[in-house]
């Protein structure tokens, strides 16, 4: 479906009074051009610039919900939600408002790595000390690997660790929930595998939120206090993160104020949402102004600000990659102005994301209640927001379309089998020719137009991705390929 440009209203928003009070006069014309800025993450060359509302893209991508906070001169600018946190929902008390609570996801690992830190300059806790010598209740096994480097808490928060399951599925919220260890150990009830070291700690970058739990249980063993507790103690309180707890289940006092996950197009999950016992992991709940002034909190300890959550030297530490782009805690990209640091996080049903450019002081938190279209949604706001305040190296994708022969789009129009990277299946993609266009259909995707940069070589118009197709030497394609969002398909022509 090809993208139109319009000029209908933004959606109905909910304001937030932020640390600064309610958005000022001067803020309204960027919340406005926001609101009805979204674009995609492609501009093709020739064709007017694409402009959707984020009433429009919501719908488009079925997401109920969306909070949004903004930072402009290392303060909040502005915060709005936007929609319901229920879909198909008509009660007023279910719109979503900058205090809807969201589940962060692995945003959860880089506030908890801020609580490491804290307990590190308190000298409870050393970076670089073997983590058994910390550990209770349960430990590390030693095995190969750790008889020649051990895992410590500088590699743990960087995922250097050598330590193994990348994710959390959480359970629903009638399941039985196991305990740390369980889930450490991979007994039941756990749904994951045991988190063992698999590598030489510090031998290689990969991600790990089973190393962010044994984390959590760490700092729990050394200090006696729960990890709710602890957090509240060390970063939310200090930081003014009010509304954000990492209690797991949420209390029912709560509930009314949380946003539901919802999946494809806009089905709520079972019980409403996931529990997660991988608190520090995935386990945050969460406004969007919160992060907001998280990712404050750290730019202004890196400027050695009085009365910051750590100390100038510390945050240096933390904003300085250990490995392959990563810190402790948070992603990092680009220096001097363009110095970004923040993280993505999902969980069943919810997708956010935190960005923050301490060195000229603005960015943006996104928090949104469908795992799938929230992800596209995500990044069309984002653009929105690099355009408006001046982002650094955030930009669409710039690309030229070359003419194709009819005879050469009809060679690559038609259905094909899709597997995954690891040879599974992975649904069926037609490719058909649509007003001149070519356009693709595929599983978890919206429809998407292929821009010709080649006869092989194609661009999805809206995000981005790379398809390739291999054609025969009379020009009909056998196959393809689709490489993008951190996976390639290959897809074999049906006959």
Partial sequence: ??????????????????????????????????????????????????????EERMAHHHVPGVSIAVIEG???????????????????????????????GSISKPVSATAMLRLVERGTLELDTDVNRYLETWKVP????????????????????????????GYERNQPIPTLVQILNGTAPANTGPVRVDAVPGSISRYSGGGTLVMQLLMTDVTGKSFPALMQELVFGPAGMTHSTFEQPLAAARAGEAASAHLGEGKTIP?????????????????????????????????????????????????????????????????????????????????????MYPEIGVGAVVMTNNEEGG????????????????????????VTAIELSAASAAGVAGSYVLQDGSGGPFGMAEVKQEGGRLVMLA???????????????FVMGTLGWRVTFKREAGGKATGMTVNGGGMVVEGTRKP
């Avoid at 410590?152 to 660790?161: E, F, Q, V, Y």
């Avoid at 599983?443 to 070589?457: D, M, V």
């Fill in 142 to 169: 030693d095995n190969e690997h750790t008889e020649k480097e051990k895992v410590t808490l500088r590699r743990l928060a960087s995922h250097t660790a050598g330590l193994t399951n990348h994710g959390f599925p």
């Fill in 375 to 398: 992800a596209s949604l995500l990044r069309e706001i984002q653009l929105a927001l690099a355009a408006e305040y001046g982002w650094p190296d955030t930009a669409p994708m710039r």
């Fill in 74 to 104: 290392g303060r909040i600018a502005w915060a709005r939600g936007a929609g319901v946190k229920t879909a198909g929902s008509a009660d007023p008390k279910d719109a979503v408002t900058p205090e809807t609570l969201f589940q962060a």
């Fill in 271 to 355: 019980g409403g949402w996931h529990v997660y016992p991988e608190m520090a992991p995935a386990g945050l709940w969460t406004t969007a102004s919160d992060l907001a002034r998280w990712a404050i909190a750290i730019a202004d300890a890196r400027a050695g600000r009085p009365k910051a959550l750590l100390s100038q030297a510390m945050a240096e530490q933390m904003l300085t990659a250990v490995k392959d782009g990563i810190g402790l805690g948070p992603y990092l990209s680009g220096s001097g102005r363009s110095l970004e640091f923040g993280h993505g996080g999902s969980t069943v049903g919810f997708v956010c994301a935190v960005t």
């Fill in 443 to 457: 599983p978890r995707l919206p429809q998407e137009e292929l821009i010709p940069q080649s006869e092989t070589e």
């Fill in 1 to 54: 479906m090809r993208p139109v440009v319009t000029h209908t209203p933004p959606p109905a928003t909910t304001e937030a009074a932020s640390s600064a009070g309610p958005t000022s006069a001067a803020q309204e014309p960027h919340v406005a051009n926001v609101l009805r800025g979204l674009r995609p993450f492609v501009e093709i060359a020739g064709r007017p610039p694409v402009r959707w509302t984020l």
